[in-house]
């Protein structure tokens, strides 16, 4: 017994200072990457929960205080949401308290830079915390959280649509054949999944001999879209490329499977319900593993953006050189006091808000859109709000990317 405890003892201290070395070893480059990993932390953390917590939460009182005890899917759901709040709490909190930062200088850059051992306890206790609100908070967020992801989407969206862009331009920029005929191999490339994708909703969604006349309406809007895309790129005033029109059809293609995937399984025009658990996993898997990319991506890619990410007062050049030499000392005050003044490349704020949409999404993702935690205690399926929230999504990319195309055109004297 004395040698288990000394045993236990030793592994726990080197436990912790295993945790005080990686912490202590995250400098201010990789910061971004720190809350990358705190993110992907949450999501281990959820999928492990929604696979073992639901024993252990049947038990606990203010959580299963139902006449009749739910279904285990009920108590998973239950867990995923709730770790999931606790995660949007934390980013939130950093969100809101990084608003104004403007330069190195302030105490808030340091905060958002260091602390991780306080920063990890913190997620920690709100995670903790999160198991004992009551039932008809989590319902609350479950609701909220259907729009925030189609937020996340947007974002998504945007970040795609500069992707594209700068992948084009890249290419464009080489001015080779080879360079050319890649583009063309691509863009043909995605227009044929495209079209493809289409004839297999039109199989799953709209099968024949029953009336899915909303079904046939969503797939038509997004073929319709396909052929705008191409129509308003190929005009001569625009002069756009295909390869942004051919990925963003099939991006849009995408949009419309996962919001006709989310109607309810017992709707006759939902060919899904056949083959559920196959799809949803698969769905699944390719959710999480997008999610994780995107949000890596725009982390990443804050610490270089000029548009999105950037504050206004966060310019690029530094300061020019003064007109008189100054002696030594005097030039090494200067270049502390420029160091410790230098203005921040992204905006904090708006970093850590993605992070809070991302645990919504990534929420949304692994209890599959498929239940809500109300006060009755019932499981509630997939349900209509999903389905829009996706196909507005898809109908706001359409809108963003047409506006991208015509913009210059309609306004020549502006810069976008």
């Known amino acids: ?55 252990l939460m049947e038990k606990i009182p203010w959580i299963n205080h139902f006449h009749q005890t739910p279904d285990r899917e009920w108590f998973e759901t239950d867990a995923v949401l709730r770790v999931s709040l606790g995660n949007f709490l934390f980013f939130t909190i950093l969100a809101i308290f990084m608003i104004g930062v403007k330069n190195q200088k302030d105490p808030r850059d340091s905060m958002h830079h260091g602390g991780w051992m306080m920063k990890v306890i913190c997620w920690c206790i709100l995670v903790i915390l ?118 963003i059809s099939l991006y849009c293609m995408y949009l419309c499977y996962s919001g006709l995937a989310s109607e309810p399984r017992d709707y006759e025009c939902n060919g899904l319900h056949k083959h559920s658990k196959a799809v949803s996993t698969s769905s699944l898997a390719l959710g999480l593993f997008t999610t994780v990319l995107s949000v890596v991506y725009s982390a990443v890619r804050a610490g270089s ?30 270049e502390e006091e420029k160091s410790k003044s230098k203005p921040v490349t992204y905006s904090y704020s708006f970093f850590h808000l993605i992070f809070s949409l991302a645990s919504m999404y990534s929420a949304m993702l692994l209890t599959g859109w498929s239940t809500s935690v109300g006060e009755s205690g019932k499981l509630v399926d997939v349900g209509w709000p999903s389905v829009w929230v996706r196909i507005i999504t898809g109908w706001a990319t359409a809108a963003l990317f047409i506006w991208s195309l015509v913009a210059p055109v309609l306004f020549p004297d502006r810069e976008f």
């Open 305 to 334: 953006s000029t548009t999105l990410l950037s504050p206004p007062s966060s310019p690029r050049a530094g300061s020019g050189k003064p007109l008189l030499p100054m002696d030594k000392s005097d030039e090494h005050h200067e």
């Open 1 to 55: 017994m004395w040698a288990a405890s000394c045993l236990a003892s030793c592994c726990a201290a080197c436990a912790c200072d295993a945790c005080r070395t990686v912490v202590s070893g995250i400098s201010r480059r990789s910061a971004r990457i720190a809350y990358c990993g705190l993110f992907a932390l949450s999501l281990i953390v959820s999928w492990i929960l929604r696979e073992v917590a639901a024993p």
């Open 130 to 247: 999160m198991f004992f609100v009551p039932n008809g908070i989590i319902s609350f967020y479950e609701a909220t959280s259907k729009f925030g992801s189609g937020l996340f989407l947007l974002v998504q969206v945007v970040l795609l649509l500069d992707f594209v862009h700068g992948w084009n331009d890249k290419w464009v920029g080489y001015d080779e054949q080879f360079w050319y005929m890649a583009l063309l191999v691509v863009s043909l490339v995605c227009y044929v999944a495209a079209f493809s994708f289409s004839g297999l909703l039109f199989y799953l969604f709209a099968p024949s001999g029953h009336d899915c006349g909303l079904n046939t309406f969503f797939i038509v809007m997004t073929l319709i879209f396909v052929f705008v895309f191409a129509i308003i790129t190929l005009h001569p005033s625009v002069g756009g490329s295909i390869l942004p029109a051919s990925v």
